[in-house]
Every structure is written in C-alpha cells, then in structure tokens.
C-alpha cells in the first residue's frame, strides 16, 4: 500500500496502479476518456492531466513542476503529491472539452447515448456553455461497420479505446483509425466487417454516442431504463451484467465489471440472447389436467393440489417410484425448496441433476491466445447453475443420479411420478424422455415454453424467465453469485421461487435471500455469497 | 567566414563522390577503420561526449550523452537513422545522403559500434526515390569491400543495415513515430517513459541518430574533439550544415559553423547572395517552419543553439530558413504554416488533433478577407494550448505548430489587424453565418 496527496488529502492505496485510478476508485470524478482500466494507457485525451510536486533537479526542494502530466499514465507512488484542483488543470479541462466539442454533430436529442454521455456530462460539469468554434465544422461520416454496430464517426471522441479492445481483448483487430489530424476516423478493414462473438463490448466502452448497438437503437431514451444487477445466464461463466428495462420490458444487457470472472466484459451470446424473456409463446399459468380435461387452478390452490397428488402417489406407488430433475436453469434457492419438498413427502424419491445444454468447445480471447491466459471466455456449457444443482443434489443424500441415468431409468419404467424441471430457452427435451411419458402416472412439468412433457403432464407450472425471479447461481468454478428481480412475471405466471416457497410449506413472500439464510444452516457454502463489487466510479 | 573549408561537404561536387572508391581515395573509413580496430565502444562515447556533438535533428540534445542512456548489461541494441527529413524547408540530410552516403554509413558504423548495436535501421522518407536507390547502391557496395554484415574490416564486429521507407508522415520524423512506423504500426508517437533507449524498437534499446548527426562521427574521430570544440562556440560546436530557401538569389544547402547570423546565410557572397530583386526581408523562419519567426529587423541572431531562444523561437531546429520577403501576404504564410500542421498532426492527442485544424480554419478564413479581430486573439490562445511544453501532448509536433503560429500572430500583429481592418465590411459575419 502506498500514501499518496490529492488535492491535500491523504489517501491509500496500491502501489504502482495509475494515480487516475486510485483517484477515482477514492471518490474524484476525473474526467478522461482514453484510459480503460481493461485496455492499456495510451495517454492521449489529455483530459486527466494534473500536477505533480518533484524535488527541483538543482536545490532538491519539493515544488510543483510547471506543466501538467497525465495521470493515467503516472504510477502511483508512495509519498507522492498531486493535485486537480489548480486553475492549471481546470483550464485543461475546459479547454480540452471545447476542443471536443469542435466537430461533434451536437445531435444529443436523437443520440442513443444521451443521459449516459461522457461528453455530455463533462462539458455540463468541466466545459464551457458556449463554443468559440464560428467555423465550418468538420464531419466525417456514418458508417455501417458490422452486422451488429454502428459507426457515427461524426461523435467520436478518438479514445481508440474500441480499437484497443479489438486489439487486446478479442484479438481480432478488426478496428483501425485512419487518416490523419482532425479527419482521423476509426474504420474497419475493407472486407472485413466488426463481427466477433464479444464485438459488444465496444459499444460500451465507447465513453461517447459513437459505436452504436443496431439492436438497442432508438429503441429507449436511457434515462427511463432501471438497472437490475443480474448475472448472465447464457453459460457457465457467471458473467456480472445489468438489466436495463422500462415497464417490465428488457431492452438491453450491460456487463458489470467483476473481477476474475467478465472483468468489464460480456460475450454477444449472452447479450442478445434475453429475446426469449418476451416470446409470446411462453407458459404463463399452471395447468391442470383430469384425463382430457384441463383446467387453470388458482394460485393459491396450488400448494395444496401438488402435495395431495404427491401424498396420494405415494400412498398407492410407495415413495422410492418418485422423481424430481433439477434444471441447472434453476437458481440454487428454487432446486433445494424443491428438493425439501419432495422429500419431504418421497424421503427416498431420486433427486436428478437436469439436462445440461451444450454447444461448441470455449472460446477463448484474444482469438489464439492459450486458455489460462485468456481474458475472456465463453464456456460451451449453456446454463447457469449446474454445479449449483450438483451441490444440491448431492447434499440431498439418499437416492441421486444424473439426467442420463434418470432418463434410461425412466424408460425402463423406474419412475411412476416425476417432477421434472426445463425452463430452457431452446428445445430441449430428448426422445427418450418422451417415451418414458408413458410410465408416468403423475407428471410435474415446470418449463417455459409447450413441449412433449408439459403435454404429458399432470400438472403444468410456469418456468420464470431468471430476469423475473432472484436467487443465485454458481458458476463453473463455484462461486455463488446472486442475482436480482428486474422484472415482473408475466400476467397469470408467478415467481418459481415464490410457488416453491409456498409448496414447501412456507408463508410469505419468497426471497432469495431469506431462503440462503435457511440453507446456510445446512450447506456453508451459502452463508456468503460472493456479489460483484458495486459499479466503480470510472466505469463508462 | 570566406576561409571555411567544408567539412560535411567536402565530397560534393566531386566526380563520383556516390562511389565507394571516391571516398575511400579522398580519406573515407579511415574512422571507421581505426574504431572498430583500436577503440572500445567506451573510448567513442567518451571522445563523442568530449567534442559536445548535439544532436542535428532538431531538438540538439548531446548524442554521446543519449548513447549513456542505453541500459547496461543489454543483449541487443539497434541503431534507427532519421533520415525521415521532413521539416518543411530542409534538405541538408537529401544533400548528404546524395552526394557521399559513403560518409553517412561511416558514421552509421561507428554510433553502432560505439553503441554496440548489431542492427541499424535507416528510416528514410518516401518521397526520396532517389535517394534511396543512392544509399542502397552504397550500403551494397559496401556490404561488398567487408566494411558491413559479418565481421567488419576482419574486427568481429558484425552491423547489419536496412533502409526503411516511411509512408509520408511528417510525424514519423519524431523518434517514437520512426519507431512505430518501422515496427509496420500507424506512426503515433509513443509516451514516455519508457524512452527508446531502454525499450524502443521491437521493445529493445533502441538509439535514434540523425543522418547529420551521424555524418560528423567520422570526422571526430578522425581529427578528434579538440577539433570539432575548434568550430564554432563551445555549446555549439562543429560544423553544421544549414539551408536557405525562398526568394533567395543562390537558395541551397551550405556548411559552416554555428557562429554565422541569420543574417550572413541570407546576404553572405558563400550563402544565399541576398533576395531577388533586392526586395527587403519580410520575415525569415531560420530552423524549419517548427522552431518560429523572426522578423527582418531580427536577423543579427546567430544560428546556434542558444541565440535563437533570445528571439522567441524554439531553438535552432534543423537551421533551414525560409525566406519571406515584403511582397508575400503575412495572411498567406500564416495559412500555409497552419495548414501543414493541421495536416500532419497524427490525432493521437485532443488539444493538437483539434488545435492544429481549429487554427488551420481560423488562419484560412483570415486569408480570406473574412477575419475578426477577436480571431487573433483566438488563434494565439489555441496555439498557447497544445505541445510537450505545458504537458498537454505526447509528442513535439504541437509545439512545432505553436512556435510559428504563435509567432507570427504576435510579431505580425499590426500587419494582420490593418488587413482585418482593410476588409470589406460585413464580411466576415457574411461568411460566418453562410458556414453555420
């Protein structure tokens, strides 16, 4: 740790980081635009700038040093004196936001970044009203640089940060700058468009309205979008993301900086694959099956409907015919609530991991770069919380099995009453699976989407997409990560967490939290939950 | 200065001086012969540090004292030539690589011998097609008679050469662009630290040499540094070549020490023999358009390291004046020196990317006949806010832009405002409000 002044205040913090970053990460809003903490320092907006004493190279007096130095590019070391707080370094900056400002279009009422603009919130805060510029401006070009971007070159503040991320992120280089000086614009290579599985992320460190998300344009103003911490739940990374919604409606995905796991980043995948949330086509109230005759129960009668036709099950079939499959799109809270029931009411039922959906191999970034170098990653594992589900599972005891052996065993007739939980986006159901129907006298199918089992089943119960329940997953390397609420469910459908609560015999209101609390006291691993670090202050 | 035998160009004019049998026949390699035979590559810092060599290119910073630099104990050191030239009125590094470029890779092994560099690169402008055909046909000539690659002169010292070419960039003549630019990136200058000579080219210690910095090596060797400190004043000492261009009688590149005023290389029988048609000097850009202005009551200084501070300029530069005489539109010079800079500002920095353009259109729109009085103002302050100097950019090209800009502004002043005020009314509110 080192002890570094700014502007007359002590502060703590590591050794050798940029002063930028300490300041920031201590509370000082410095503008700047270049620096990335992902990215290196390319030192070049000069917006940062600030003074730094130095012993004077003759008398060896501490003393400010007559100009100013980039403190994105200065490190941090211990005993030394800075400040931005001098009329220096506040010229500095308005200066250097008129200069910004020269050549950019000022469209902000129809720029998809305004309300979350950089260039917006520093000239209003660091810049000047007016501008002294009474010339032609200068406007380079719109362009169409990638099947999913947009290139306004005419806002572009020239960070180069898009280019360094292709550069040392993905390793895909797509992004270059051309030409010189003032016409200096970033493009892409002739033939060869922006379309990388992580190209995303250059639309969100473009700290300005410059690169552009052809899917989120002119959908929203941002200042109506809420923001929900969430985690991704397109792979088993655990990647830390936002929810952006307005009236129960998603419109976008934004990774959270969380280290070791995305840092600042998020794959494409994850971020448009939220499409389903909204499908018209998804199941959004219970169904109740007599023979041919179906029925929407109420809510309420639920609970009660499902452990009567469990207990009248067992009473007739005896408890070890009974199964329960859960889904590794469960959040950890939901499979032990279900769990809890079930044996509960079958102490010997089998409790079944689900199917795991997978898809390709990992992917790893920079392209080519060796696996535990990686800086990014997209595990081929296509669901949130296997590992959370196994744990589960296995703490069960008693009677447990895989979703292979639970499907060969079913259709070997083991089975006359299951619980099978899906909630994927995709198809998922295998043939076999299909075929075992038969077997079963009574069939629990909690999925999002109609398919063969839920046409089967006794009873249907709505899967809840994750942005409208809260709970937790692990992730591949066993970390538990919460996540939050962003949405309501849709109309008729209620919460899985909240019917399972209820099934399992609790009154109230389901919370994740509350249920970690009572799963702590029978699997530590719960009792902390490791929460991405809130938003730090730089992050743009 | 009548009795000054040249020394730098001592070969020109002579039949063949491109050859390597010229050279050889009028005293080349010897230098090179007796360092790589009889010296350590300390005893050649040491006499080069002694002789007080600055650096040609521009910015005059002692070259022995940069070769210090070099970390100790390094495995590889390569040695990059700026022969990128591309000051606006200077040719002196054309003149040398032209005319004996047999000297210049005499010097060339002797810094990498003193440097201990295995490879050197010489980084030459694209726009010098002869040029480079003139140094490739010498380095192959001497490649051939031993004196490069493997094992020179029989001494176990082994220096490879390559000639570079840039792709037109002004910006690629700052050190780190050079770098880059040879390294196959966009020639953005680097921030520093680290500086080259710890990690430069391909991420090794890297020495960057000026061609005419190079072309004195041999020379100092040979007559050693009490001869070169017998040239010109003790802070600048040695022979220096400089240019002088514009409505000049005899415009061209000429060699003497730094002693000479500005002055003498305009009017001097030896330099430019006065203006055309006797017309009186307007104002005269003595070191490359980057370094700043005098005006003609101004051209006593001395064209050294030193002086040219006392006139508000940035120092000597390259020593290329160009000359301006009274029949030349102030508004006009004033234009074209903001247009080059807005040209070639790479766009790695805000306040020079935006600047150098802001300037460049204030300067035309003046040009014009559609000034404002408060433009002046404007301009001299934009110029005052780019360049190293206040910290506000990564490289020196800004304050290339400021020195000249800012120099004309405030020592043409009455000049400019008695043009603004000449204009014809509401022009400039006209054109104004027809641009916006």
Not at chain 1, 293 to 319: L, M, N
Not at chain 2, 263 to 285: C, H, Q, S, W, Y
Not at chain 2, 293 to 306: A, C, N, R, S, Y
């Amino acid at each position: 740790m080192a002890k570094i002044t700014i502007d007359h205040r002590v502060i703590e913090c590591s050794d050798g980081i940029p002063v930028l970053q300490a300041a920031l990460d201590a509370g000082w809003d410095i503008p700047h635009y270049c620096y990335h903490p992902g990215l290196t320092v390319v030192a070049s907006c000069r917006l940062c700038l600030m003074e730094m004493q130095l012993p004077h190279p003759k008398t060896g007096e501490m003393g400010w040093v007559p100009k100013l130095l980039p403190s994105c590019q200065t490190p941090v070391r211990d005993g030394m004196v800075v400040r931005f707080d001098s009329d220096l370094v506040r010229d500095n900056q308005k200066s250097c936001m008129e200069y910004f400002l020269i050549d950019h279009p000022l469209d902000c009422p129809v720029c998809d970044q305004a309300g979350e603009c950089h260039l917006q919130d520093y000239s209003y805060k660091f810049g000047s009203a007016a501008s002294r510029m009474a010339d032609q401006k200068h406007t380079n070009p719109k362009k169409d640089i990638g099947p999913k971007t947009l290139l306004y070159s005419d806002r572009c503040v020239l960070c180069t940060r898009c280019v360094r991320f292709t550069e040392e992120v993905s390793g895909t280089h797509e992004l270059c700058s051309v030409n010189r000086g003032s016409r200096q614009e970033i493009d892409v290579f002739p033939g060869m468009p922006l379309d990388n599985p992580i190209q995303g992320n250059v639309v969100d460190v473009c700290p300005v309205g410059s690169l552009l998300d052809k899917d989120f344009l002119f959908k929203q103003r941002v200042w109506f979008l809420d923001g929900t911490p969430s985690i991704c739940p397109g792979c088993s990374a655990g990647c830390a993301i936002r929810v952006d919604q307005n009236e129960d409606v998603v419109y976008r995905l934004k990774p959270r900086f969380n280290p070791g796991v995305n840092d600042w980043w998020m794959c494409d995948e994850g971020r448009f694959g939220y499409k389903y949330v909204h499908d018209a086509k998804r199941i959004a109230a219970p169904v109740l099956r007599r023979g041919a005759d179906a029925t929407t129960p109420d809510w309420e009668a639920i609970p009660e409907i499902v452990s009567y036709r469990f207990a009248q099950h067992v009473a007739k079939h005896g408890d070890d015919k009974i199964a329960v499959v859960l889904s590794p799109m469960m959040a950890c809270e939901e499979a032990w609530l279900l769990v809890k029931f079930i044996r509960g009411v079958a102490p010997s039922a089998t409790i079944a991991t689900g199917f795991v959906p997978t898809s390709g191999e990992a992917q790893h970034f920079p392209v080519g770069c060796k696996p535990d170098e990686a800086k990014f990653t997209i595990l081929p594992e296509k669901c949130p919380n296997r590992r959370g589900v196994e744990l589960i599972t296995e703490r069960a005891g008693g009677n447990t099995c895989d979703f292979d052996a639970f499907v060969k065993q079913a259709v070997g007739g083991a089975y006359s009453g299951a619980w099978i939980v899906g909630g994927y986006p995709d198809e998922w159901v295998p043939k076999d699976l299909t075929k075992a129907t038969k077997h079963l006298k009574l069939l629990v199918m909690q999925d999002m989407f109609e398919n063969t089992l839920t046409e089967a089943a006794a009873i249907v119960l709505p899967a809840c997409a994750w942005v409208e329940r809260d709970g937790s997953f692990m992730n591949h390397t066993g970390k538990i990560q919460p996540f939050e609420r962003a949405v309501r469910v849709p109309q008729g459908a209620r919460r899985d967490g909240q019917y399972l609560f209820e099934i399992a015999g609790h009154g109230g209101l389901y919370s994740g939290e509350r249920v970690r609390e009572m799963m702590a006291e029978e699997m530590s691993e719960f009792s902390e939950v490791g929460d991405a670090p809130p938003k730090p202050v730089h992050q743009h | 200065m009548a009795d000054y035998e040249p020394v730098l160009l001592r070969n020109v004019g002579v039949d063949g001086s491109r050859t390597l049998d010229v050279y050889r026949a009028r005293g080349g390699y010897k230098a090179a012969e007796k360092v790589v035979k009889d010296m350590t590559a300390d005893d050649v810092i040491d006499e080069v540090k002694r002789a007080g060599l600055r650096g040609r290119g521009g910015a005059g910073f002692p070259a022995g004292v940069k070769w210090g630099f070099l970390p100790k104990g390094r495995k590889r050191t390569l040695l990059c030539v700026n022969a990128d030239e591309s000051e606006p009125p200077t040719f002196c590094n054309r003149v040398l690589m032209e005319h004996d470029p047999h000297q210049v890779i005499e010097g060339i092994i002797i810094a990498g011998y003193a440097t201990r560099a295995q490879i050197a690169y010489v980084y030459m402008r694209v726009e010098f097609h002869e040029q480079f055909h003139i140094m490739q046909n010498a380095i192959d000539e001497a490649y051939a008679a031993g004196l490069l690659g493997k094992n020179i002169l029989g001494s176990g010292y082994d220096l490879e050469v390559y000639v570079h070419r840039g792709a037109g960039a002004y910006v690629c003549g700052e050190e780190t662009g050079l770098i880059e630019s040879i390294e196959g990136k966009r020639g953005y200058p680097r921030i520093k630290p680290p500086f080259p000579a710890v990690e430069g080219l391909f991420r090794m210690p890297t020495v960057v040499n000026n061609v005419e910095t190079l072309a004195n090596l041999p020379h100092i060797i040979e007559r050693g540094a009490d001869w070169f400190l017998g040239i010109g004043t003790p802070s600048s000492a040695g022979p220096k070549l400089f240019c002088v261009c514009g409505p000049v009688n005899r415009p061209g590149c000429y060699e003497a020490p730094m002693t000479i005023t500005c002055e003498e290389l305009i009017m001097g029988d030896a330099f430019g023999r006065g203006m055309t048609d006797n017309l009186p000097v307007k104002a005269v850009f003595p070191g490359g358009t980057s370094m700043g202005v005098i005006t003609g009551d101004e051209l006593q200084m001395k064209m050294d390291f030193d002086d040219p501070r006392n006139f508000g300029m940035l120092g000597l530069g390259t020593a290329a004046a160009v000359v301006v005489n009274n029949k030349t539109d102030i508004r006009a010079v004033l234009r074209n020196v903001a247009r080059f800079y807005a040209l070639e500002s790479c766009g790695q920095c805000t306040q020079c990317r935006e600047g150098t353009n802001w300037m460049y259109r204030i300067a035309s729109r003046i040009e014009h006949g559609a000034g404002r009085i408060e433009d002046l103002d404007l301009i001299e302050e934009v110029a005052g806010r780019m360049g190293m100097m206040p910290g506000l950019s990564i490289c020196g090209l800004p304050d290339g832009a400021t020195f000249p800009i800012q120099g004309i502004v405030r020592k043409f002043r009455g000049e400019l405002e008695e043009h603004i005020a000449n204009q014809e009314p509401g022009k400039a509110e006209a054109v104004l409000s027809v641009l916006n």
